[in-house]
């Protein structure tokens, strides 16, 4: 199976607030990283967070590990429809970044 | 700005001919990273190189296909004798060191194969 895992697809309303999880399976990975894909562009990073971290918050954007269960979430609040975008989860355990298919945000006006 | 440049950005191909895809790193970055997405699915590694070196090609199908960075000049990604299947993005990052370290992506080359 993968090692990374998400979700494919979430709809939500603007304004709302977006939950989007990520499973993964080495916990020798120093730092996890959210990466956004907007459509026909590369990659940008979103945010990371060091492993002994368990929540980490800037502005709009809060990431939760909960390492026992190598579960990590991007809490994105108040939606916007420039948030619609593929939001890719990674962990990095040894020379290269392992991520996971990616979940598909939409945000409806 | 000097960030990851891959190019080109859309390449076109026959059956049975080559590709050669191009990464210039951020300045001053000496590792970089190909990755390869394929359609709806998420990226996949392929290979980590370093200045003149191979470090990990664990993720490289053994025939085919082909990278280098030379001490001068950009990463090359070379893929032989082309199939359909090889159609996708390819994604190019660079760190300016190797492991836990933050990975700028250039914006990809979408090969097609016709």
């Known amino acids: 199976g993968e090692d990374v895992e998400q979700s494919l697809f979430l709809s939500v309303r603007e304004g709302d607030s977006s939950v989007i999880n990520c499973t993964y399976t080495?916990?020798?990975?120093?730092?996890l990283y959210w990466y956004k894909q907007e459509p026909g562009a590369g990659l940008q990073l979103l945010t990371y967070i060091f492993s002994n971290m368990d929540m980490k918050q800037d502005q709009r954007l809060t990431v939760l590990l909960n390492k026992k269960d190598k579960h990590l979430s991007l809490r994105i609040a108040d939606t916007q429809t420039g948030d619609s975008a593929i939001y890719f989860c990674?962990?990095?355990?040894?020379?290269?970044?392992?991520f996971g298919a990616g979940t598909r945000l939409t945000v409806k006006p | 700005n000097a960030g990851v440049m891959q190019n080109p950005r859309h390449l076109v191909r026959r059956r049975g001919q080559e590709a050669r895809l191009r990464c210039s790193p951020v300045?001053?970055?000496?590792?970089v990273y190909w990755y390869r997405q394929l359609p709806e699915e998420g990226l996949k590694f392929m290979v980590y190189?370093?200045?003149?070196?191979?470090?990990?090609e664990s993720g490289m199908p053994k025939e085919r296909f082909s990278a280098e960075f030379p001490k001068e000049g950009p990463s090359i990604l070379r893929i032989q004798q082309v199939v359909r299947g090889d159609s996708a993005a390819y994604f190019c990052?660079?760190?300016?060191?190797?492991?836990?370290?933050?990975?700028?992506f250039g914006q990809g080359t979408r090969l097609t194969v016709v």
């Open positions: 080495d916990s020798s990975s120093t730092y």
């Open positions: 990052a660079s760190s300016p060191q190797g492991g836990d370290t933050e990975a700028f």
């Open positions: 190189l370093q200045k003149e070196n191979i470090i990990d």
């Open positions: 300045k001053g970055h000496s590792h």
């Open positions: 990674a962990e990095s355990p040894n020379n290269d970044m392992r």
